[in-house]
């Protein structure tokens, strides 16, 4: 480090960084197949009327649930209301607390999909889908 004139006899030549608690371990990326196969799952249909059946078939209220999955009584509520998807993480708390599961394997479509993306998808890449999307489209009204 660089001081001024005034400030260098406060210290010393020679400093050897320490390490403030045990050292960060990066985290191993999911293997491809995990990944992939996380990505054909979506949440089933009706799942907000699934989880309020869940509940109530544990005899827990809404406050109950939300105590049990440290969750607030407004995101079950809103949950059970469908006025928001669960991420993830909140799936796997419900299916724990209610042993039920909300994601079923993906129905395959006719839109192409990018396999196997070497990095997060970009809105570019969204775009492309688009485009191809669109051109298919196109083409069946054409011959029809």
Same mark, same amino acid.
């Given at each position: 480090?660089?001081v001024?004139?005034?400030?260098? &006899? ?5 400093? +050897? &960084?320490?390490?403030?608690?045990? &050292? ?6 999911? &293997?491809?197949?995990?990944?992939e196969? %996380? !990505?054909?799952? !979506? ?10 059946r869940?509940?109530?078939?544990m005899?827990? +209220? ?5 105590k049990?999955?440290?969750?607030? !009584? ?5 949950l ?14 419900? /299916? ?8 079923v ?7 192409? %999909?990018?396999? /196997?993306?070497?990095q ?8 492309k ?6 051109? +298919?489209?196109?083409e069946? !009204?054409?011959?029809?």
């Open positions: 480090m660089t001024c004139a005034q400030c260098a &006899p406060f210290g010393n030549a020679e400093w +050897t &960084p320490t390490s403030r608690g045990a &050292p960060r371990r990066r985290q191993r990326p999911a &293997p491809r197949s995990e990944v196969a %996380v !990505e054909r799952l !979506e949440l089933v249909e009706g799942y907000g009327e699934k989880i309020r869940a509940r109530q078939r005899r827990m +209220t809404v406050e109950d649930l939300g049990s999955i440290r969750e607030r !009584e407004s995101v079950i509520k809103k059970e209301k469908e006025e928001f998807a669960p991420d993830r993480s909140l799936v796997r708390k419900l /299916r724990n607390a209610l042993k039920i599961d909300l994601l394997a993906e129905e395959s479509s006719s839109t192409p %999909v990018i396999a /196997r993306p070497s997060a998808r970009t809105l570019g890449d969204l775009v889908l688009n485009q191809g999307s669109e051109a +298919t489209e196109g069946e !009204e054409d011959v029809g």
